[in-house]
């Protein structure tokens, strides 16, 4: 049995639902220039399941690498804290909680009284891992919360005071440009109290083939993810966007330090919208921006975070050094 799932209110948005805010977008993205789609709205349904695919691509080596981290380390992260208080465990952009269920049962292990709460802007995501973890943890006191990253903040303020754990996992904070991830780790800082802890995955710079292999999978999974935006603008705003008429195209910005995607339009043509009552027009090998996933040096996360006001407390690597899970807390007495 899967556990209800609480939506967070919108606030501060002229739209009121998710495809709403999806027209909302596509009208900025699609006359802009260069055009862009925000990376928020790969995560329909189809687009979470197509994500749980990359994540077992062969030539994606984020989770495997992450994995390996919270299964080696995972009771070493949990380790201090007060097994007499209880604890809550909140991820932002949680997804289907595939590595989070490790750090969870070292958690349940050291039978601190714990409470989930897996937050995500995809319902399919929370209903996939709620499915999961109702399956592996019966006793799991677990409530799933559907919104966005800064909903989600918000929400945490209001939170009654208890020890608590913050998971931004997976590399999620390498899809805010770096200005952005510093507003939001002292948005996140200013939330929480003195003594909370944060556990931020993100991915390192490396040799830039391996990283241009994971964004350009040999199966062809990132490619229908991306493509899979095209389809949910079909799907949902009833436009006649013809899916094989783009091309995927995954890079490395070195400037940025950035993989970034992209949809190219391989032709002339004109692209119809109805929920907009709009047409758009895109030029031959004119390029949509669909996502960037910043890559990091150690010493930057470390210097992001401290500015942020957090005390780093561990970094955690795979055997390779290709991904770190910087282990954070917060300090606010004087
Ligand atoms: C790259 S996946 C990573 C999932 C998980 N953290 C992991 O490590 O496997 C990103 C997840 O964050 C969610 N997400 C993306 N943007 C979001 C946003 N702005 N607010 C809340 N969730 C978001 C997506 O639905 C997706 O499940």
New binding site residues.
Partial sequence: MTTEIIELTKENSPATSRTEQLALDVLMGFTSHPKYIP??H??DAK??QI?QKI?SAKDYY??EC?LEIIKTHGKSMISGFDKNQKLQVI??????????KHLIEAVLDSNIDTTYYP????KQ?LEDLSERFSKFFPDLDIQCLQ??????LKWLRAQPTCQRLV??????IG?FRRPQAEVFLKTLWNVLQDGDYVLI?ADLKKDIDKMLWAYNDREGYTKDFNINLLSRINRELGANIDTSKFQHYGTYNVKLGAMESFLVSLEKQSVQVDALNRKFEFKAFEAIHVESSYKYLCSEMKEMANHAGFSLQNVYYDSKKYFADFFLKVHKKI
């Avoid at 998971?167 to 999620?172: D, H, R, Y």
């Fill in positions: 990376p928020i790969f995560y687009g979470s994500f994540m984020l989770t992450e991820e932002l952009g949680a997804g289907d909680g595939y590595k989070t937050i995500d802007i995809s995501a919104g966005e990253y800064f909903q989600s998971l931004f996992l997976g590399s999620n899809n995955g």
